[in-house]
């Protein structure tokens, strides 16, 4: 009787041994596994912070490339403006320009010669009086002519004064537009490198995002095949703990028994007509591998 028991237990034994091992495997699994887990969340972190620094830098260029555009479009719209007013004096001046004869000046003098030829012959040659009549007349209309065309010179000169200050201001405000004609080729230059700065900044931002969306995942995928094997590895030590209580229980029960028998033995020294009977039972607790205690 005492050698299937001794089976049982080493039985037992033996599957708590391979239990145990399994469960070590196990808990060993799982903590590499922990230790995987929190390597890549300490990636995963670093790349979100390294992404935080590229978005700071994306912001910067961002604003940078918006405050060059928008002087850009500040320096166009004067440029515009200027090229405006300009086309404007020249409309004005197309009129005023019809206006002006460069022929009045020798058309006073050609009249101003006739009219001292005229007075000449009429000092020096003799005439009839209806000759000479004739002759002061047509000095006379000379005279008239002359007045009106030295007026109409006067005007002229005006007129010439006006076209040259419109003129001048033409090729000052031509002058202005070209400067911010320039100014806006300057912030459009500053601009374009600006946002380049702002292509580059936005590409490495999407290539750490994507590493760090990546080593996220791995952190996931990790974590839930540890949590996998924990759930695993606490089965088995349930069912080692049962074991062990079952083990326990056997060993309490058999220490029951043995303490009855002891407990009869004891009993059956102490009363004669009961040695015999409880001789027998001793023995037979001795088959079964159990302790007898013959003191009282």
Known sequence: MAQPRQAK????FTEIDNLQTKYDALVQKRN??????????????LLNKGNQEFRERLDKAKKERDEWNEK??????????????????????GPKSGEVSKSLPVQV?????QIRDLEMEQQ??????EAERDLVKLIKAKQQELTDLRKQLDANREIKVALDDIDAGIDELFKRADEEH???QHFYELGSAAHQKFVEALEEAKTVQKEANQKHREFIATRERSDEIHAKAMEIRESMLAIRGEERAARDAARREVQDINKNVRQ????????????EDAIAALKKGGKISLGA
Not at 32 to 45: F, H, V
Not at 268 to 279: G, H, I, S, T, V
């Open 182 to 184: 320039q100014q806006v």
């Open 109 to 113: 003098r050609q009249l101003e010669r």
């Open 268 to 279: 059956a020294l102490n009363d004669p007509k009961r040695r015999e009977e409880q001789a």
């Open 72 to 93: 850009m479009r500040e320096a166009k719209a004067r440029r515009d403006e200027y090229q405006a007013q300009a086309k404007a004096l020249i409309a004005t001046k």
């Open 9 to 12: 237990k080493d039985e037992r």
């Open 124 to 129: 020096t040659q003799p005439h009839s009086i």
């Open 32 to 45: 590499e596994l922990n230790d995987l887990a929190r390597q890549l969340r300490s990636e995963r972190d």
